[in-house]
């Protein structure tokens, strides 16, 4: 039978600062811009249907949004 993975909450899953795998397996840090990315505007507006999604809200309270 196979393990139960165990459920990570999302603020710390998609924290600043955390370590995650890429497609080409190589490892990488996740960086947030909370006033745009520095080749982007603001990024902190989003549409209705992704500020509902986990990983954006987690992001828009770190950036006071």
């Known amino acids: 039978?196979?393990?139960k993975k165990k459920?990570?909450?999302a603020s710390k899953k998609y924290a600043n600062?955390?370590?995650y795998k890429d497609s080409d397996g190589k490892v990488r840090t996740r960086k947030s811009y909370p006033k745009?990315?520095?080749k982007q505007k603001s990024y902190?507006?989003?549409s209705a249907k992704q500020k509902k999604t986990d990983k954006v809200k987690v992001r828009r309270k770190a950036w006071k949004c």
Do not use: F, N
Request: proline fraction near 20%; glycine fraction near 14%.
């Open 1 to 3: 039978m196979p393990t």
């Open 7 to 9: 459920k990570v909450p």
């Open 17 to 19: 600062g955390t370590k």
């Open 36 to 38: 745009g990315h520095p």
């Open 44 to 46: 902190c507006a989003r």
